[in-house]
């Protein structure tokens, strides 16, 4: 948050915004080692944007059903000039930085600076340390506070990376469970405990397994469509994740025969890789991989493979592994892409506590979210697998007992997806993350779904969350017992990890079915979603539970399924023929259209 205390600089000796302060070093982290004056750092400086409140405007426009702009979508050059910053921005901050002999990189509204230690810390009066996590062992080079000089304040929304940790460890993949069947002592991959595709198309066999054909029956997909129209389907990976092919052609084999053959492309950003021989975990990129394929084949599938695993974390002379910021990196690379190259759907599996991500970062982040979506990408993000949180204790000052929502799925520019297991009835699972955003207030696209849970409550958990957020998730699907072959075995997989995917099956065949009828693809989900919230199935049984790190009366704190949105499964899962006919009326639920 950009607060507006006054400091004098004593680096510099001018007066000085302060822009964000850590009260402590934040859990999990210890101080490692002062840094050295040489020690290099690569900083990103966020400008603000001349027409913010107009982009926002125009976005919610061209995603609101029967508005006159609903589905004209921006080109990148339209895009641009709406978050261009004033070229007094441009020139003051390059003013500011040549005084301490730095020249930017200069990308629109971002500027990249290569520089020590000893200059940052002058020109920011931070004073960066390098910092160690206790349970992964993650070198960061951080600052507790910084400030930018009055006379560039204006134009900054933020500096990165300084003050953002983040939690290595729940920075992970949104995967709860993993459980290598092939572990079993005596249990025969190729026996019936492991369903063919010919024998998994009964709804009520997602009761125990999950498989591509269960998930088809169970949400009535029937529509396939033509491999044309130049659709594309992504995924993100980072953390050293690498989706296999042989993995993907063994899955193909054994659950998914119609698509043999079918394979993906890969785009690697900022250093990311595509190691096939790798000992790293594979599970989540090979889940998103293969239950996209499985709901949405034939259409492209493109794999992200973003290098890093941390916020924009400096380098050393490669003295540690590299930690660069994933969500940064990637959303920048993907907004310069031209516009036939953008996928039309892109799914996330991962996230962390809203509250370990300091605000002015989450605000620009789900800005850039907010872009792709005027682009017409619809991005989807599980909600996370620690129901209204783990540890319950708010930063500030580890004390106060707090519900905890999730970044990047707390921004109202991603679909949020909740997960839910069995069939007849279909019931919220026991993990899956929901709540109220701290940073995001509630759109008014969703104030009428959330008002209504609200009013249900009762005042239950009162002060526990902000009443007044953005409510998480969305929507939500299957994701307990996904059958999975990662490095040529077989694993059942849960988490909202399984879910994301899922649903982004879902909405990818219905941009097939509008792209082939000539409309424009369903861009940002949420308005749409929140009209047609009849076209999903409403989950009212199952529940979530969190806070089991926590003490008292609030430990093992449960969300209940209910009538209409809540916050374990949002609107609820797919009923997919009310959908495509929400979407592309009169394209049939059957074959090719």
Not at 15 to 25: N, V, Y
Not at 258 to 271: C, D, E, R
Not at 430 to 454: E, K, T
């Amino acid at each position: 948050m950009l607060l507006g205390l006054l400091i004098l600089s004593t680096a510099a000796t001018v007066s000085a915004r302060l822009f964000h302060r850590l009260s402590t070093i934040p859990d999990g982290w210890k101080t490692a080692s002062p840094a050295l004056p040489s020690d290099k750092v690569t900083l990103k400086i966020g400008l603000k944007q001349q027409y913010s409140a107009a982009l926002e405007q125009a976005v919610l426009n061209i995603s609101t059903p029967d508005h006159p702009d609903y589905g004209n979508h921006m080109t990148r050059e339209e895009l641009r000039s709406y978050v261009a910053p004033r070229q007094q921005s441009v020139d003051d901050i390059v003013s500011w930085l040549a005084k301490h002999g730095l020249v930017p990189a200069i990308d629109n509204d971002w500027m990249t600076i290569a520089t020590d230690v000893k200059t940052a810390n002058d020109m920011l009066d931070a004073d960066f340390k390098w910092y160690h996590h206790e349970e992964d062992h993650v070198l960061k080079l951080r600052t507790l506070h910084y400030s930018v000089p009055d006379s560039v304040a204006e134009h900054v929304d933020l500096v990165q990376p300084t003050t953002r940790f983040g939690h290595p460890g729940l920075r992970r993949s949104t995967i709860s469970e993993v459980s290598r069947l092939d572990e079993v002592p005596g249990l025969n991959l190729m026996q019936a405990d492991v369903p063919t595709a010919t024998d998994s198309s009964d709804p009520a066999f997602c009761t125990t397994t999950v498989t591509p054909e269960c998930i088809k029956a169970q949400y009535n997909i029937g529509y396939k469509p033509h491999s044309g129209h130049n659709n594309l389907v992504a995924f993100a990976s980072y953390l050293e994740e690498y989706a296999r092919y042989d993995d993907l052609e063994q899955f193909q084999d054994m659950f998914v025969p119609k698509a043999v053959g079918q394979n993906f492309s890969v785009t690697l950003i900022s250093g990311g890789l595509n190691d096939q021989s790798s000992s790293s975990g594979s599970v989540e990129a090979n889940l998103d991989l293969q239950y996209l394929l499985g709901t949405s084949h034939p259409i492209a599938i493109e794999e992200y493979s973003t290098g890093g695993r941390g916020p924009l974390v400096p380098t050393l002379d490669n003295r540690f592994p590299s930690t660069n910021e994933p969500y940064l990196e990637f959303l920048t690379y993907i907004l310069n892409l031209k516009d036939h190259h953008l996928p039309q759907t892109l799914t996330t599996s991962y996230g962390e506590e809203e509250q370990s991500v300091p605000e002015e970062y989450a605000l620009k982040v789900c800005n850039l979210f907010m872009q792709l979506g005027a682009r017409g990408v619809s991005v989807l993000f599980s909600s996370g697998d620690s129901g209204p949180g783990n540890s319950c204790k708010s930063n500030t000052d580890n004390s106060t007992t707090t519900f905890l929502p999730t970044f990047p799925a707390g921004c109202p520019y991603v679909t949020s997806v909740g997960a839910t297991t069995s069939s007849n009835p279909e019931r919220g699972v026991s993990f899956s993350s929901g709540g109220f955003s701290i940073y995001h207030p509630r759109p008014a696209w969703q104030d009428g779904a959330v008002q209504g849970y609200l009013s249900s409550i009762n005042g239950t958990y009162r002060g526990l969350f902000n009443p007044l957020g953005r409510g998480i998730p969305d929507v939500a699907a299957q994701g307990q017992g996904f059958l999975v072959i990662d490095k040529g075995r077989t694993a059942h997989v849960s988490g909202t990890s399984a879910s994301a995917p899922v649903f982004a099956g879902v909405v990818a065949l219905l941009n097939a079915a509008r792209r082939s009828k000539g409309h424009k693809p369903l861009g940002f989900l949420n308005p749409w979603l929140y009209k047609h919230s009849e076209a999903l199935l409403d989950i009212t049984e199952g529940y979530s539970v969190g806070c089991l790190r926590a003490s008292g009366l609030r430990r093992g704190a449960r969300l209940n399924c209910t009538v209409g949105w809540d916050p374990v499964t949002g609107l609820g899962t797919p009923l997919f023929d009310r959908l495509l006919e929400k979407a592309a009326p009169g394209v049939l639920n059957e074959g090719n259209e």
